[in-house]
């Protein structure tokens, strides 16, 4: 009788430790897969946007950021079933701490608004990165 305890307890133990190696592995694939989505948007965003947009480069200028803001959030009052402006205002929003949620919220109505959007998993991991960080 105690030979059967110690073996189930041994099978126990067992399964334990292989349901822990497999979620530290997922968790671990998780987060390079969104370092490589991070990296594949940053390289794509020096390629996609002009000259002078990038931060990194060029001297920030807040002035010119808080303009765009006012404009895009100026048209999605006239049209707020613009799914690509609430994505480029998420975008914005996603710069600065403080407006994350308001990212969040720009990013989840662009993929109700267009739920083909050719950014519909960048979106998605973006607002999985921003529920967690809250």
């Not at 307890?9 to 292989?18: E, N, V």
């Not at 308001?102 to 083909?116: D, G, P, V």
């Not at 950014?119 to 529920?131: D, N």
Request: proline share 2%; net charge positive; charged share 30%.
């Amino acid at each position: 009788m105690k030979s059967d305890n110690k073996i189930l307890w041994r099978l126990l133990l067992g399964a334990l430790l292989l349901i822990y190696v497999v979620l530290t592995t997922l968790i671990f694939i998780y987060k390079e897969k969104i370092k490589v989505v991070d990296q594949q948007l940053m390289a794509e965003n020096k390629t996609k946007y002009p000259k002078g947009t990038n931060k990194s480069k060029t001297k920030y200028n807040k002035q010119e950021h808080e303009n765009e803001v006012k404009k895009l959030e100026t048209k999605l009052q006239k049209t707020p079933e613009d799914a690509d402006a609430h994505f480029t205002l998420a975008q914005s929003y996603m710069q600065n701490k403080s407006t994350q949620q308001k990212a969040l919220r720009h990013l989840q109505k662009t993929i109700e608004l267009n739920n083909k959007h050719p950014q519909k998993k960048i979106i998605e991991l973006w607002i999985k990165k921003l529920r967690n960080s809250q």
